[in-house]
């Protein structure tokens, strides 16, 4: 006899749990996976036990798990994917503390054994160096990218894209056509249509880098126009697969978009790999583009218009977010002081 794979109380938790998290606390799609996946991980461990039944100690045993466990390639688990795992059941288990048939059976201070020990909680949230490519090798990245297929050709202008906006992966991958202005130089990512972060309606305006990517950007444009491509097609349509004599097959390109971002991050690397650099992914190029922009807005305003062009409506967010000092140059800059 298998044992049971759920429990139906703990399911309708968790189903009034993600509808709780989903509408009074307006977290996305993709936060509440995670949370799905910690907490079924979380009772794949404790073998399907009713919440009403716990117990501190399952805390305990689930930090154990986590510290024994390894990924697909054989290392252990990160202190900090350890430290998210932890939060996101603990965050549960908070709530369920709360709720009508619970609050006799789960405690706060119970719940609290949910945390790291504080060494293992500050080496988590540290801060680790950005990794992040400069201009000159974007441009060289992107100089020696191929374009003798269409897929290829729609690669390039993703990286061409990237380079004047900055925009995140995800709205990338769901642009339309209508989307894009060519006339105004700008790029609308309607937060209604676009998979922005948290659904934000951001006007971007591209970005003053070397004007390649501007012309690359507008041929793959005119290209999906002069194909009869409307409004409402994919900017960056995905490739259609079709059954022939010897199997399945890549065809041409549809008109429907991606339903993920990993078509632009595997375009991005794939452009790096191509001449031998290290792999950057796609939002690297926010950082390396803040950085940009502080070296050349003259203007506090300035700053602030390009910060508002990467979706930010603080510039304390650029600055803090994307813009790393780095141990070289916080020694210069001090050494510099007075004579500034």
């Known amino acids: 006899m298998t044992a049971r794979k759920f429990n139906e109380d703990n399911e309708r938790m968790k189903r009034e749990y993600r509808r709780y998290l989903a509408l009074a606390k307006g977290r996305d799609e993709k936060t509440i996976d995670k949370v799905d996946a910690a907490l079924a991980e979380f009772e794949q461990v404790l073998g399907y036990k009713p919440f009403k039944t716990f117990h501190r100690d399952w805390c305990e045993r689930f930090k154990r798990y986590l510290e024994k466990r390894r990924t697909a390639t054989g290392n252990p688990l990160s202190l900090t994917t350890r430290d998210a795992t932890l939060r996101l059941v603990k965050g549960f288990f908070h709530w369920l503390a709360s709720q009508p048939g619970y609050k006799s059976r789960v405690t706060y201070s119970d719940v609290d054994y949910f945390n790291n020990n504080a060494k293992d909680a500050r080496a988590a949230h540290s801060v680790r160096p950005k990794i992040y490519p400069s201009m000159e090798q974007c441009n ?3 100089r020696n990218m191929p374009e003798d297929s269409e897929v290829e050709w729609r690669d390039k202008a993703i990286f061409a894209l990237l380079m004047l906006t900055g925009a995140r992966d995800s709205a990338l991958a769901s642009l339309c056509l209508k989307h894009v202005d060519l006339i105004e130089n700008m790029v609308f990512q309607d937060g209604r249509e676009v998979r922005t972060k948290n659904s934000k309606t951001i006007e971007t305006w591209f970005f003053p880098v070397d004007p390649m990517y501007r012309a690359f950007f507008e041929s793959w444009v005119r290209h999906l126009q002069d194909n009869l491509y409307g409004p409402a097609d994919a900017l960056f349509p995905k490739q ?5 004599k010897e199997g399945f ?29 290290t792999e950057y ?6 950082t390396m583009l803040s950085l940009y922009g502080d070296k050349v807005c003259r203007t506090l305003e300035a700053r602030k218009a390009w910060s508002q062009n990467l979706g930010h409506e603080r510039l304390t967010t650029t600055y803090s977010a994307y813009m790393p000092v780095s141990r070289e140059r916080q020694r210069d800059l001090l050494r510099g002081i007075d004579s500034m």
Do not use: C, W
């Open 140 to 142: 060289h990245a992107f």
């Open 240 to 244: 259609t697969i079709a059954a022939g």
């Open 249 to 277: 097959a890549a065809q041409g390109l549809s008109r429907e978009p991606y339903s993920n971002a990993q078509r632009v991050r595997d375009a991005i690397k794939a452009a790096f790999r191509n001449v031998s650099m």
């Open 281 to 286: 992914g796609p939002h690297s190029f926010r």
